[in-house]
């Protein structure tokens, strides 16, 4: 071979060699390939140092999703407690969370949170955005240290379990996925560390309804299909304590559905089960009892049926003589308000309303007792709590009922 | 699938929680994190490529370089530098040992990117163990790569040279050492860049400050004046790692075995320093 030769070769081979064939996705943490459908522009510089020297563009377009595979029936409720009782996984074990506080520098995202959790509910972790709900699991979960206080399960820190995969299922963020492996591996994986076979793992593919899409990549996966790789993970040793990250976020009616029946079905066979959100709506038809913090305090906890009832409530009156009606609801000690075609009534319950307007002879067409809505309860015990709340709207915030013993200081910027 | 379906499951879920109850021995849980690493890191398609092709390109540079090596003139420039032995090594040494170290940085870089890391250490919470498993499963791996692509190279570059030097054989003294060493090179690097790759967490500096012991640092130290560039690169991993796979080393560098103990000590105190950060540090 000739100088010019070598040095030509050398330069082609260098460059179709690792340089150009993959790609370290710097962002990601991982090497890409180029597919058929990507490209890339190799620049070969000599440097002053006698080497070379690679400048790389390229694009890489992943392929098209993996279309999402249909939900799996969720069973039945358990018709009867007793049918449920059968089922109670061996060891039920409360979550009990004594004084945790947990500071980042100068920002302290759980302060001197105290709480616990029963077997057998639906328990929602509900929160503002930043309240601390995830710090709070990731304490649970001993990723992160608490500042001070303790956060056990079953009475015992999760660091000292053995296997703890036996004790505490856990879906914390389902888009921490590894994007080049398939499903399959992936689950593998997590089973193997805790010593669970793969027959099981074939079970859960089942139970979420993904087994035909295992050998996918779980790039390829959409958010729903994400949040169902990360449930099945979490029941592969089928688990007496489930702690759920914001499992619906994302997803569309019909999972929001699924994971809701799931999740009562594995509540009634006895597990403790806490899922956060920062959606009131969802919870109340979720959670049988309810843990409201905001700003890393307690700022509730209460059964869901108890906090809708505790939830202002107010009397839609209609009547033709609405003015003089008004009157005599006032002499009467009510607050009255009108409304588009009638008055707002607080104070005075639909019957005492009904009873004064016939003592009158005053015709009443409409007689509506209205809740707020559990999103209004919800912002009314959490308004003050939030981080980014308008200075002026605080003081005037009907005032967190709920609140068993914690002060809510007002906490406006 | 029918309730019926579902205590199927659930009852097959109870055998493993039963076996939970009698406490698996250490060595039973280390061979389970070992499994988990090993699986994780075989069913990457991504690793697999990438090790092909750098394999390919690294038989295909050592043919190049034993070539050119047989076309100087024996004892000329280039006989002086590199000798016939550590010539077998050269392209080795950067199209697979460059590679297989950015593979190893990305076995705990990958994790953190995508937060799978939060699984991993939820389902094994002693972080020792992970990276040990880690570092356990990619050393070995690395070390099989190493020793097959050493004994390739060998091969490969005394063929070629044995038309016009006179190739070495495996019989000849220090060779068949040499072979096997420069195989653990292999895996010393990428322990190295695992350890790295925890203690950094971010790809970008991860591989940045792997690639700076694996490889510049020894550049860096070239440049030094004249009695220092030997007295501190001779610690470096590049010149700890030419003094064992070279039949005559130049003056200046350790012996050979103090070499080898250079190219464990790097692993083993970035592992050190990454076991330490890992348990104090939050995930």
Redesign the interface.
């Known amino acids: 071979m000739t100088p010019t030769i070598l040095v030509v070769a050398l330069v082609a081979v260098a460059a179709i060699s690792f340089d150009v064939f993959c790609l370290i996705d710097v962002k990601r943490g991982r090497v890409r390939y180029l597919s058929k459908r990507g490209w890339a522009l190799v620049i070969c510089v000599s440097n002053p140092w006698g080497g070379l020297a690679y400048l790389i563009f390229g694009k890489d377009r992943s392929g098209p999703p993996a279309p999402a595979p249909p939900l799996p029936d969720v069973p039945e409720l358990p018709a009867a407690p007793h049918a449920a009782q059968r089922r109670r996984p061996a060891d039920p074990m409360a979550i009990e969370v004594n004084r945790l506080t947990k500071r980042f520098g100068s920002v302290t995202a759980v302060d001197d949170l105290s709480f616990t959790v029963r077997p057998g509910t639906v328990t929602g972790f509900l929160g503002p955005n930043g309240a601390g709900k995830t710090t709070t699991l990731r304490v649970l979960l001993g990723l992160e240290a608490p500042t001070s206080g303790t956060a056990l399960i079953g009475g015992r820190r999760y660091q000292e379990f053995v296997r703890p995969l036996h004790r505490v299922g856990s879906l914390l963020d389902a888009t921490a996925l590894p994007a080049g492996r398939a499903a399959w591996f992936h689950l593998l994986a997590v089973a193997q560390s805790n010593g669970i076979g793969e027959r099981r793992v074939r079970e859960v593919l089942e139970l979420t309804g993904l087994e035909s899409v295992a050998a996918r990549r779980t790039g390829e996966f959409s958010l729903g299909m994400k949040q169902r790789l990360g449930i099945a993970a979490a029941l592969l040793a089928d688990p007496p304590v489930l702690l759920f990250d914001e499992p619906v976020n994302g997803l569309d009616p019909e999972g929001i559905r699924w994971i809701r029946l799931l999740l009562k079905a594995m509540a009634a066979e006895g597990r403790t089960i806490v899922i956060s959100s920062h959606l009131m709506s969802e919870m109340a038809q979720t959670a049988d009892h309810l843990i409201v913090i905001g700003r890393g305090r307690l700022l509730a906890d209460i059964s869901t049926a108890e906090f809708m009832s505790r939830a202002r409530q107010d009397v839609l009156v209609q009547s033709p003589r609405a003015a003089e009606l008004a009157g005599l609801l006032t002499a009467a000690g009510a607050a009255v308000s009108p409304e588009d075609g009638g008055l707002a009534v607080t104070g005075l319950g639909a019957g005492a309303i009904g009873d004064l307007a016939a003592t009158y002879g005053i015709a009443v067409h409409q007689l509506i007792t209205r809740h707020a809505s559990l999103e209004e309860a919800y912002l009314d015990l959490t308004g003050a709590s939030t981080d980014y709340r308008a200075a002026t709207q605080a003081p005037g915030v009907p005032g967190t009922p709920g609140t068993p013993g914690t002060p809510v200081g007002t906490a406006v910027r | 699938?029918?309730?019926a379906?579902?205590?199927v499951?659930?009852g097959?879920?109870?055998a493993?929680?039963?076996?939970?109850q009698s406490?698996?021995s250490r060595l039973?849980?280390a061979r389970?994190?070992l499994?988990?690493?090993w699986?994780?890191l075989r069913?990457?398609?991504?690793?697999r490529?990438?090790l092909a092709?750098?394999a390919v390109?690294t038989l295909?540079?050592t043919t190049?370089v034993a070539?050119?090596f047989a076309a100087s003139p024996a004892g000329g420039k280039h006989g002086a530098v590199m000798d016939r032995l550590a010539t077998s090594f050269l392209a080795y040494a950067e199209?697979l040992v460059?590679?297989v170290t950015?593979?190893s940085v990305?076995v705990f870089?990958?994790?953190?990117?995508?937060?799978?890391i939060?699984?991993?250490?939820?389902?094994?919470?002693?972080r020792q163990a992970v990276l040990a498993a880690k570092a356990a499963v990619t050393g070995a791996a690395a070390l099989v790569i190493g020793e097959i692509m050493a004994f390739a190279c060998f091969f490969l570059t005394q063929a070629i040279l044995t038309g016009r030097h006179g190739g070495l054989s495996l019989a000849d003294p220090g060779t068949l050492r040499a072979v096997l060493a420069a195989g653990f090179v292999l895996a010393a690097c990428a322990v190295t860049g695992v350890a790295v790759g925890a203690i950094i967490r971010?790809?970008?500096g991860a591989?940045a400050a792997a690639l700076t012991a694996v490889c510049l640092l020894a550049v860096l130290c070239l440049a030094l004046p004249a009695p220092w560039n030997l007295r501190i690169g001779r610690f470096t991993l590049p010149f700890a790692a030419y003094d064992v796979v070279a039949a005559h080393p130049p003056a200046g560098l350790l012996s050979p075995w103090l070499s080898l103990l250079v190219l464990i000590a790097w692993p083993a105190a970035a592992l050190l320093a990454a076991a330490v950060v890992l348990t104090r540090r939050?995930?």
């Open positions: 699938m029918s309730a379906q579902l205590q499951a659930g097959a879920g109870a493993p929680a039963a076996s939970a406490v698996p039973v849980r389970d994190v499994a988990c690493e699986t994780k069913s990457l398609r991504s690793n490529w990438t092709v750098a390109v295909a540079l190049v070539q050119a199209y460059l590679p950015v593979l990305l870089t990958s994790e953190y990117g995508s937060g799978l939060r699984t991993t250490f939820t389902a094994v919470p002693r971010h790809t970008a591989i939050d995930v």
